[in-house]
């Protein structure tokens, strides 16, 4: 088979593929992970949320420093850190109120002091005894809700997605929810493979028979017993062309021993009358 024959076969051969094969074959893809919305500033949402409210906060600090309970929190609070900054907040508060109204930074640290750590939680609950207190951290706290809607609505929606994507994920690696294969359109996958396959092989043969040199007449080598001529193979020994001298004559005697008879090879001619 030449090559070029060998070609047309693996054309049909591919030509006689299932045309769904493809279609009939599951593809699948990996769930892509949501990505979590970036975490909000937290400082600026404070600055916001006490934003025309640091003058109350001061003078709500300078109310309870006099008391046992508030000189202990308030001495610890990022910007009263001095000797006599208790007494001098009782005193003249309004100096504190500028302070902080021109530091930025000073300010930051003390509203996330208040608000994100236990000596915060403390002064809360100091300060929200008395009415005025009480009225201006629900405030705070509904201004820092609302700053915080779009994060948490963008976070209701992450954790939704999240959950969506780890069932898909496990629906992806897990072999119990892989989906059902059509064993027919294997099996015809497979069967077309060894086709093809079965088509290559002949037209490398064939190819080969093509490409080895012919074996010289002189070259060939026959299987032959060669028996020579003192040696006769046959069902039985034949001992021929015996002469023996008798009277003067020639006598030829002709002797067929079988396979199962004795020859005595000496042969004693007969002894005449004279």
Same mark, same amino acid.
Do not use: C, W
């Given at each position: ?217 002189? *070259? #060939?080598? =026959? %299987?032959? +017993?060669?028996?020579? @001529?003192? /040696? !006769?193979?046959?069902?039985? $020994? &034949?001992?021929?062309?015996? *002469? #023996?001298? =008798? %009277?003067? +004559?020639?006598?030829? @005697?002709? /002797? !067929?021993?079988?396979?199962? $008879? &004795? ?12």
């Amino acid at each position: 088979m030449s090559m070029q024959n060998s070609g047309k076969l693996v054309s049909n051969s591919e030509s006689n593929k299932p045309q769904n094969e493809i279609a009939n074959l599951a593809v699948r893809t990996l769930p892509v992970q949501p990505e979590a919305p970036e975490d909000p500033d937290m400082n600026a949402v404070y600055l916001k949320a006490y934003e025309g409210k640091v003058d109350d906060l001061i003078k709500l600090l300078a109310k309870v420093a006099g008391s046992k309970d508030g000189e202990k929190i308030i001495k610890h609070l990022p910007g009263f850190e001095g000797k006599n900054a208790v007494k001098d907040l009782q005193k003249h508060p309004e100096t504190f109120i500028k302070s902080f109204l021109k530091n930025d930074d000073d300010l930051e640290s003390l509203l996330d002091t208040i608000q994100d750590s236990k000596l915060g939680d403390k002064l809360i609950a100091l300060l929200e005894r008395t009415p005025a207190g009480h009225n201006l951290f629900k405030e705070i706290a509904d201004k820092i809700e609302s700053e915080l809607t779009e994060y948490n609505d963008a976070m209701t929606q992450y954790d939704e997605d999240l959950t969506a994507y780890e069932a898909e994920l496990e629906q992806f690696i897990n072999p119990a929810f892989l989906p059902a294969v059509d064993e027919s359109v294997a099996d015809e996958i497979i069967a077309a493979a060894e086709a093809e396959v079965s088509v290559e092989d002949a037209a490398a043969a064939a190819a080969q028979t093509e490409e080895e040199p012919l074996v010289a007449e002189d *070259e #060939v080598v =026959v %299987d032959e +017993e060669i028996i020579t @001529e003192d /040696e !006769v193979i046959s069902d039985e $020994e &034949v001992v021929v062309d015996e *002469e #023996v001298l =008798v %009277d003067g +004559e020639v006598v030829i @005697e002709e /002797e !067929v021993i079988s396979e199962e $008879e &004795v020859v005595d090879e000496s042969i004693t001619p007969p002894v005449s009358g004279s």
